[in-house]
């Protein structure tokens, strides 16, 4: 079993919570930062662990901080080694963010687990009203599929559905070199902002026409549709491209013309 030790505190690491623990503290900084956090801010940080980001974002000094913590131990030791910080030991994907968000809009930040990152990612797009910003430190390759611009290989369903509804950049990437213990890939940070489109109100429609778009990225948009969208009238966009040829702007036309024309 691999253990890590901080402060003379040393916790058994779980590989089922995905655990990979930052430890240089020019790259926490250098996030919180990147978040641009304020007197008046209200922090959410997922996944605390040994609190490096977490030391980082008080010295900013923000108006109010909730950690949320799903390993007991690790949980713990953030309530004794920061007394200032409200620790909620549970699952981010349980809690209810209108609930913590009440008081006033979050900032959102964390070294989110690879495992568990597209979860957290919707469950924060469905939250985004009650949402600032996310600065987040994720795999390096999921990152650059979120920032994805069209015609790459990494454009696809996630940066369609999330560029859609938020400004999504990519802002540095992270040396494996810097985690206990030592994870098998790079990671890099983004920062999401999320916006308000006239789509909001279809927004779970507009998620399956997405992923039906890209459903065989070989076929064209005529090919993945057709059986579930009436085609016939559409000339918005060129049906014999490619989903992964079409720009956030054009996702959003077709979709409202479909729309539109089914009534």
């Not at 978040?35 to 980001?53: M, Q, S, T, W, Y």
Request: some cysteine; aromatic content about 8%.
């Amino acid at each position: 079993m691999t253990k890590v030790e901080y402060k003379h505190t040393e916790i058994a690491v779980k590989k089922k919570f995905g655990q990979n623990f930052l430890t240089d503290r020019n790259i926490c900084r250098k996030i919180v930062l990147s978040a641009e956090i304020e007197k008046n801010d209200r922090v959410l940080e997922i996944g605390p662990g040994f609190g490096a980001l977490t030391s980082a974002i008080l010295e900013a000094s923000p108006k109010s901080f909730t950690a949320v913590e799903k390993d007991r131990a690790l949980a713990a030791f953030i309530r004794k080694e920061f007394s200032s910080v409200k620790v909620i030991e549970g699952d981010f994907l349980t809690i209810d963010i209108p609930d913590l968000s009440a008081e006033g809009p979050l900032k959102i930040m964390g070294n989110i687990p690879y495992s568990i990152t597209s979860p957290i990612l919707f469950k924060l797009l469905d939250n985004r009203k009650n949402i600032v910003s996310e600065t987040l430190m994720m795999q390096h390759e999921v990152a650059q599929r979120l920032a994805a611009k069209p015609n790459t290989k990494e454009y696809g369903i996630l940066a369609v559905q999330l560029q859609t509804f938020c400004e999504v950049s990519y802002l540095f990437k992270v040396s494996r070199k810097v985690f206990r213990p030592k994870p098998d890939v790079d990671s890099a940070v983004v920062n999401i902002i999320p916006r308000t489109t006239s789509l909001d109100e279809n927004e779970k429609a507009f998620r399956r026409f997405v992923r039906t778009a890209f459903s065989q990225r070989r076929k064209t948009l005529q090919n993945n549709l057709k059986k579930n969208y009436d085609l016939s009238k559409v000339t918005s966009v060129d049906l014999t491209r490619r989903a992964e040829s079409l720009s956030i702007d054009d996702f959003s036309s077709l979709f409202r013309e479909i729309s539109s024309l089914a009534g």
